[in-house]
């Protein structure tokens, strides 16, 4: 088991002297022509830049994403954001037993509950055709790699068990929505909600790190799992072909525009749900997370984040025991 100090904990002129997980690696040229080694690094908490100004001709061949590395160097500041400044890089020892499992981050929720919240959702569905159409899906085979795969290769729910804790957020979202509009077919709704996102067991590759497979690029989670339902209905006795088409139809419009990469925006009640649901879990998981590991120095304010067109701001708000936000950092 690896033991080292986390890098989300380090700060300016904080030593590094760890094992890390190469994410990007490139060689790059300075304004004076002058080659380097730009490494992306990281570990279970955080992902730092560094550069490698001399002699990486001999291990820089030798690295690609999902490579561990020994890096010695200082934590140092540039245009606000840490990086790391290399001293020396090599390559681990057999005796150093480390894997890059040691280096995936991990949901923060457990596992096992959360495997067990996900089936009594499921069982909690009441329409048979819908119920069995899960069952079909969530073998236990795949649900192994549904419980296991990232909800995302960087931006939300990027890390281990992150597509499960996604989706029961999703859950959670949509059943409320189901209480405040009892128009809406639960079932219908939270079926969309477990199957949504499916794809992304074949999407994403995550043993040494997180990209995106052939399969991936070139159908795409949204499609995968749509020929899944179509599949797996087919199985299935007499299942209605309007039922069938509204459940695609969930999965197709769930990233709500045609911008965004929905093949149709939502056109049922059902299927606006589902989008805004996914929104808001994806949205308040990768600001949280963005706030967490971007914020410059002692500042309050990240960096400023490309995805979102903007800088973070953390208000640092606490609650105090009885559940009131803490007056005095308003006075």
Request: with cysteine; proline share 3%.
């Amino acid at each position: 088991m690896l033991t080292q100090t986390d890098l989300n904990t380090l700060k300016k002129d904080d030593r590094v002297d760890h094992f890390l997980l190469v994410r990007k690696c490139e060689t790059k040229t300075t304004r004076q022509n002058k080659p380097y080694l730009n490494l992306e690094l990281g570990d279970r908490s955080a992902l730092l830049n560094a550069n490698v100004w001399d002699r990486f001709e001999d291990i820089s061949p030798k690295l690609s994403p999902g490579i561990i590395v020994k890096i010695t160097g200082t934590i140092e500041e540039f245009q606000g954001s840490l990086q790391i400044k290399v001293s020396s890089i090599s390559l681990p020892k057999r005796s150093d037993k480390v894997s890059p499992e040691d280096f995936l981050p991990r949901s923060k929720r457990d596992i096992e509950e959360m495997s067990q919240e996900f089936f009594k959702r499921m069982d909690s569905i009441t329409d048979g055709n819908i119920k069995s159409l899960l069952k079909l899906i969530f073998t236990e085979e795949n649900f192994e790699k549904f419980s296991r795969a990232p909800a995302g290769k960087s931006w939300h729910h990027a890390y281990i068990h992150g597509l499960i804790e996604h989706t029961l957020e999703i859950i959670r979202i949509c059943d409320l929505m189901c209480d405040i509009h009892p128009e809406i077919n639960r079932d219908v709704l939270i079926a969309g909600a477990m199957l949504h996102d499916f794809g992304k067991t074949e999407e994403l590759r995550y043993d040494s790190t997180f990209d995106y497979t052939d399969k991936g690029k070139l159908i795409g989670h949204i499609v995968i799992t749509a020929m899944l339902i179509e599949e797996k209905s087919r199985q299935i006795n007499n299942f209605p072909v309007d039922l069938k088409e509204c459940l695609i139809h969930l999965v197709l419009s769930h990233q709500g525009k045609l911008e965004y990469a929905s093949p149709v925006v939502p056109k049922t009640v059902e299927a606006i749900a589902l989008y805004l649901a996914d929104e808001l879990s994806a949205k308040v998981n990768a600001y949280k997370n963005a706030i967490a590991n971007e914020l410059k120095g002692d500042s309050n304010w990240t960096k400023f984040i490309s995805i979102v067109s903007t800088d973070l701001y953390s208000a640092n708000l606490k609650r105090s025991e009885d559940g009131d936000m803490n007056k005095s950092l308003f006075d």
